[in-house]
């Protein structure tokens, strides 16, 4: 039993693919194989040894009925348990951590993988939109979330300079894509009014893994490991009936549900990482998890303010993709904690206009 | 840690079939209204929602997000579950864990599809591998020839003890409510005359596709029995995968490995060791007459190789000592998102004492399949026992 107020689960191992704006060498398999497999030597066991996997990827954007069906076999499907969500992997994170709580599974894989590079993404994004009255007019999720900036800037916190600054800030981190500065985002071209091409994070083909193991195992293991203290998500309301949508109540809710199942206060974070796929959709969810306004939020992207450390990692903006960017900074928040120790927070979201949020604690072994 | 005893506490079914007078998001509705209201459940009540669909079928990316006005699921945490036929089990399934490892008491679970407004056969086509396999992938038609055919080169089996399976459905469908096709006069000869689909399947002995959707209500030994009286116990609950490419599955679906491991894991957990006396009933997840016959060996009703001497036994028809899919079955409806939930809730609405015409009398245990992708196996074990213990080993 955990000592502490969460679970007793815990991270042992992490593993990532070479992340890529295409990666014409490899299938979806073999990508995810690139995670997979530093994942189990990191966490010092086999795939015979996993006892099941909960994978997430999205059937439009691998052109697949049951995505899943291209790692099936790699993450021990194979005469074993494998389940996969159609969100990001974070939420699917929080469904492997009940699988291990319930001890039905004590060593269990969570996979994440995308190779965006295959789709279209117009085409794929049109079919979020309510295929009766909206449909038709064309839109995808750029237009949304441009909706969502000029409401946000419309507000007078925040102005499209603070979002490309976040950009530049997680391209400054990035270990995948080129580095870049806030004018380039200003100069890049224009989408959907406020917004401009380097907004948005670039498609990209990616993967991402991560061992789980309950207590028990994760001792007989004797990795160095990081408990996952809790898991929490909301969920929004549908884009075109939320009139708000220049602001994340659900992101609040569910930092705060599992604030409250550790037992901790937003100050005891050491680290926070903020996931969405526009520049300005991180400085809606940093407004709303607490972290500033205006120039002050902005500072705290850049690596500068008071308080944890804000996407460290670069997040989805420096390097990850939709399905995937949560497990991303969950593997990127590992490594830092088992290294240095401390806790953190880390964020993703799921939907049109980041209309579901969810969020992972995380706590170095004391 | 222990898991959390937990049981199904109630269920809903959408009227299954072609449904033009409603949309997904209402036929979604439909079900879970239904089965909140049986217990004076509302969403309130509930802590999160677990939903399973096909997205490809109709066509709506992150459909879980587009209705989740419809779901309930506004501010709370909403998984969607994305596993092609088993869908709805494995929804079922991931109710069981949220509630069982303690972060849910209540949790709702909703499979839906409406595959009227899609192509199904095109959607399951692209199951297959995009070099290897989809070229010749023909649907579920298909995939269901190549397994009859195997199976009656391996076993026998013949296509009179098939259609007597085709038969059993429709006619147990004509007594359940929700159910889609119902044929109360159909015989065997009318099965085997029926158009020839692909060689050995013919029209009647596949399933229809239907709209539909179900919905359940896990919940907490803490809250089960002040929600149901008689709750359905989640006694076992087990996955399995048969490998990636069909191709390396020997005698295709004949012999379903994934099948076998699931039911012998989760057999293990219950203390189930004659599954046919253990047993009052089955809803097993039969696309096709000839699967169900496959699946009474695989599951161990019967030894490898009787599943037609079982059906001409008449053990498994509604009153034969091991009733399987009094329901209708599959074969008598099938939305695919909500198919194998239809599976569990109906095991669970025996296990209650709720299901009406086509209840079994003294139901004590139930066992609930669902099947999908490459031969992948969900099952879930029900009882009107409380578990004698909490403790689940893996």
């Not at chain 2, 997840?285 to 599943?307: F, H, I, K, Q, R």
């Amino acid at each position: 039993m955990a000592t502490a107020p969460g679970t007793d689960t815990w991270i042992i191992g992490c593993g990532e693919a070479r992340t890529a704006v295409r990666r014409d060498d490899v299938s979806i398999t073999e990508l995810a194989w690139e995670a997979v497999a530093p994942a189990l030597t990191d966490a010092g066991t086999s795939l015979p040894e996993i006892e099941g996997a909960v994978t997430a990827s999205q059937d439009f954007w691998d052109g697949r009925t049951i995505s899943s069906m291209s790692v099936n076999e790699l993450v021990g499907g194979a005469f074993g348990s494998e389940a996969k969500v159609a969100a990001d992997a974070c939420l699917g994170l929080g469904y492997a951590l009940a699988r291990v709580e319930d001890a039905d599974q004590h060593l269990n894989l969570v996979v994440a993988h995308a190779k965006e590079s295959q789709g279209d993404m117009h085409t794929i994004e049109l079919a979020a939109f309510d295929p009766y009255f909206q449909r038709a007019l064309g839109p995808d999720e750029t237009v949304v979330a441009a909706f969502q900036a000029q409401l946000l800037y419309a507000q007078g916190l925040f102005e499209p300079s603070h979002a490309a600054r976040v950009v530049a800030a997680a391209r400054a981190r990035s270990s995948s894509l080129d580095p870049l500065s806030a004018q380039d985002v200003l100069d890049s071209a224009p989408t959907a009014d406020p917004l401009r091409e380097l907004d948005r994070a670039p498609l990209l083909d990616c993967a991402s893994a991560i061992v789980i193991a309950g207590g028990e195992h994760a001792a007989r293991l004797a990795r160095p490991r990081v408990r996952i203290v809790a898991a929490a998500s909301r969920t929004g309301a549908y884009w075109s009936q939320r009139p708000e949508l220049h602001t994340a109540p659900q992101a609040r809710a569910a930092a705060e549900e599992a604030l409250s199942i550790a037992g901790w206060e937003a100050s005891d974070l050491d680290a926070i990482e903020i996931n969405a796929p526009y520049a300005h959709q991180h400085l809606i969810v940093g407004h709303a998890l607490g972290l500033g306004s205006g120039e002050e939020l902005v500072r705290r992207f850049e690596g500068g303010g008071e308080g944890p450390a804000v996407n460290a990692s670069g997040g989805w903006l420096g390097g990850s993709a939709g399905s995937v960017a949560g497990l991303h900074s969950v593997v990127s928040v590992f490594k830092r904690l088992r290294e240095s120790g401390g806790r953190a927070l880390a964020h993703s979201t799921t939907g049109i206009g980041t209309q579901s949020h969810h969020v992972v604690l995380l706590e170095a072994s004391v | 840690m222990s898991p959390v005893r937990t049981a199904i506490v109630a269920t809903g079914q959408s009227d299954h079939g072609r449904r033009f007078d409603a949309s997904m998001g209402e036929i979604a509705r439909e079900a879970i209204d239904r089965c909140l209201a049986s217990r004076g459940l509302s969403f309130d009540d509930i802590d999160a929602v677990v939903a399973g669909n096909m997205e490809m079928f109709e066509g709506i990316y992150l459909v879980d997000q587009y209705l989740v006005g419809a779901l309930g699921a506004l501010d709370k945490p909403l998984y969607k579950m994305n596993t092609g036929g088993t869908v709805g089990a494995s929804t079922a399934l991931a109710c069981y864990h949220l509630v069982a490892s303690g972060r849910h008491q209540r949790v709702l679970g909703v499979g839906f599809q409406k595959q009227t407004e899609g192509s199904t056969q095109s959607a399951i086509t692209t199951v297959g591998d995009p070099v290897w396999e989809r070229a010749i992938m023909a649907g579920a038609i298909g995939n269901f020839a190549s397994m009859a055919s195997t199976y009656i080169a391996e076993s026998g089996v013949t296509p009179e003890q098939a259609a007597k399976v085709a038969v059993k459905a429709r006619r147990n469908a004509c007594l359940n409510p929700h159910a889609h096709l119902k044929l109360p006069n159909i015989t065997v000869e009318e099965v085997l005359e029926s158009e020839m689909l692909a060689y050995p399947i013919h029209r009647l002995d596949m399933c229809p596709s239907s709209d539909g959707a179900c919905a359940i209500v896990m919940a907490a030994e803490s809250v089960a029995a002040s929600l149901a009286e008689h709750p359905a116990w989640v006694h076992a609950v087990a996955t399995s995968h048969d490998q990636q490419y069909m191709g390396d599955s020997p005698k295709r679906l004949a012999v379903m490995r994934s099948l076998q491991a699931a039911t012998k894991k989760a057999y293990g957990l219950a203390g189930i060791t004659s599954p046919r006396r253990d047993f009052d009933v089955a809803e097993l997840y039969e696309p096709a007459s000839y699967a169900e016959l496959a699946w009474y060996e695989n599951v161990g009703l019967c030894p490898m190789g009787d599943g037609g001497k079982l059906i001409d036994e008449g053990a498994t028809l509604i009153d034969g000592d091991i009733p399987v899919n009094p329901s209708g079955g599959v074969l008598s409806t099938n939305p695919v998102g909500a198919t194998a939930m239809i599976r569990v809730a109906e095991a669970a609405m025996q296990v209650m004492g709720e299901a009406g015409e086509h209840q079994i009398p003294e139901v004590q245990r139930a066992l609930a399949t669902g099947y999908g992708g490459n031969a992948w196996t969900d099952v879930m074990i029900l009882s009107r026992e409380l578990p004698a213990t909490a403790e689940v080993e893996a």
